[in-house]
């Protein structure tokens, strides 16, 4: 059996997607499982278990409806697929698999395009994305999906004592403001010292980190906001004794790759989005607004009023909690 599954677009939620692949592997042992995957994603495959051949989708190539049909024509040209699972939302993903022409597209019903579907079903209410994932196979198979995790392969040792930082996101309502990070940071180190800090940041989050380093003490961090591309960032990861972020895909990324993780939740919602790695994953939330958790991308008060009065001292707390 071939198996091909439509991989979501976002970093956290592509990570959080592995349950799933872990999950098609275990009730179709047999079958070969390929990806359709977001370009600039591409390199997270290699840490994803289970995955035979990704097929890396660029919008700038294929561009609109009539691009995504394109891609998924000559997907179904290069191989025959027997089962197509859709996991994101878009009317263009299930589009794309309705033309690779595979036996039977499964996915949930959204923005009416149930019509590429063979199969259909009803998104479950208030679940963790996790969960939301693996029930899309459970609907289809019909059976019960145990043992469910979210889980990358790497060979990186881990390096004690260090600590990685993320403070961004691609939501200004979860990106923690300059001046709260750096007072985070600087209290930290001096509660906790000889440990290696690293703050990391995509190209366009440097200057935000970049402000923030400015603020503390010379050589307080090691900066590699930039510097890194997803592998490079996935192996930092990996060897990361600890990760403190904010409500990001990188935290979904360390968590996944067996870093103990500390989440500051601003807008979002931990109950749905939270790393699915309990045991080494704890959330922090300030908890004392009457709008948290909004899971607006922009805040009403500007910078997020309550990532801006987040208690240091919980954050300390979950810390010792993990050292």
Known sequence: MNILVRLPNWLGDMVMSTAFIKAVQQSYPSATIDVIVK????????????????????????????????????IGKQ???????????????ALMGYATGADQRIGYKNEMRGIFFTHRYPKTKN???????????????????NNVQVE????????????????????????????????????????????????IGSPKEKE???????????????????????????ELMASASLMISTDSGPAHLANALGAKTIVLFGAGNEKNTAPFNTSICTSVRHGLLPCEPCV????????????????????????????
């Open 39 to 74: 370009k600039s994603l591409g390199d997270l495959v290699m840490f994803i278990p289970f995955v035979d051949h990704a097929y890396l989708f660029d919008k700038n190539e294929y561009n609109g409806l009539t691009g995504a049909y394109t891609f998924g024509k000559m």
């Open 208 to 234: 935000h980190v970049d402000a923030i380093i400015n603020l503390l003490p010379k050589n307080a961090v090691i900066n590699k906001a930039g510097a890194t591309g997803l592998k490079e960032l996935a």
């Open 152 to 199: 990358l392969q790497h060979p990186v040792p881990k390096v004690q004592n260090r600590v990685i930082v993320n403070c961004n996101s691609e939501a200004s309502s979860r990106k923690l403001p300059l001046i709260k990070a750096a007072a985070i940071i600087q209290q930290l180190q001096e509660q906790f010292r000889d440990r290696e800090w690293i703050m």
């Open 79 to 93: 191989k025959k697929y027997d089962l197509f699972f859709c996991l994101p939302d878009s009317f263009s993903s």
């Open 127 to 145: 679940s963790h994305r996790v969960e939301e994932y693996v029930h899309l196979l459970a609907y289809f198979t019909g059976k019960q999906i």
């Open 296 to 323: 607006k991308n922009t805040c009403k008060f500007g910078e997020p009023k309550c990532l801006l009065e987040l208690d240091i001292k919980k954050i300390e707390t979950a810390f010792e909690q993990f050292s």
